[in-house]
T-cell receptor, first 114, second 113 residues
Framework: KAGVTQTPRYLIKTRGQQVTLSCSPI?????VSWYQQTPGQGLQFLFE???????NKGNFPGRFSGRQFSNSRSEMNVSTLELGDSALYLC?????????????FGSGTRLTVV | QQPVQSPQAVILREGEDAVINCSSS?????VHWYRQKHGEAPVFLMI?????EQKGHDKISASFNEKKQQSSLYLTASQLSYSGTYFC??????????????FGKGTLLTVNP
């Protein structure tokens, strides 16, 4: 079956711009989580969506937002980009309930802010 | 709250064993373990649920001590393919309908021939 698909794979943006990242979960998976990965910090939790509702949110500024559509696809938006936003953004999905088979991660979007 | 992993890095020769620890200051309901190779997505290894069970996956196993809020990942007779960064992820909610996984900073494991 198809895995988690993230687009685009690479992105270069200028400070002050905004960006939208997309994540298509595995078919049937209703939960989508977003993480920011930077060297030395591991995976920092951004937010989690389930059936179009944000259930959990991490400690990121309001410039970071997201949404989920009825087909479970999710988008993440970052406005007024800062240099520190440069990172690998990963999304992960699982069906719902307790993820006994773990999270399935996408390959990520590498965002570079210049 | 981010769990604490130790050690931060470990270097092994093929065939040697390693233990990676993950601890939290809050009560845990489940612990996940993932491995990420350079330039790739993290891959799920196993989940341990509240109850102190131990699980195994080939020569990789893990334990979960809910009283100590700790989990350990055991890699025995390491192979070159074990190289990568290992992350533990902890769920501090009640699990079930409101799942949030918080990851540690990772442990870089290098296995040399």
């Amino acid at each position: 079956k198809a895995g988690v698909t993230q687009t685009p794979r690479y992105l270069i943006k200028t400070r002050g711009q905004q960006v939208t990242l997309s994540c298509s979960p595995i078919s049937g998976h209703r939960s989508v989580s977003w993480y920011q990965q930077t060297p030395g910090q591991g995976l920092q939790f951004l937010f989690e969506y389930f059936s179009e509702t944000q259930r959990n949110k991490g400690n990121f500024p309001g410039r970071f937002s997201g949404r989920q559509f009825s087909n479970s696809r999710s988008e993440m938006n970052v406005s007024t980009l800062e240099l520190g936003d440069s990172a690998l953004y990963l999304c992960a999905s699982f069906p719902g309930g307790v993820p006994l088979s773990g999270y399935t991660f996408g390959s990520g979007t590498r965002l570079t802010v210049v | 709250q981010q769990p604490v992993q130790s050690p931060q890095a470990v270097i092994l020769r093929e065939g040697e064993d390693a233990v990676i620890n993950c601890s939290s200051s809050k009560a845990l309901y489940s612990v996940h373990w993932y491995r990420q190779k350079h330039g790739e997505a993290p891959v799920f290894l196993m989940i341990l649920l509240k109850g102190g069970e131990q699980k195994g996956h080939d020569k990789i196993s893990a334990s979960f001590n809910e009283k100590k809020q700790q989990s350990s990942l055991y890699l025995t007779a390491s192979q070159l393919s074990y190289s990568g960064t290992y992350f533990c992820g902890t769920d501090q909610n009640s699990g079930g309908s409101n799942y949030k996984l918080t990851f540690g900073k990772g442990t870089l494991l290098t296995v040399n021939p």
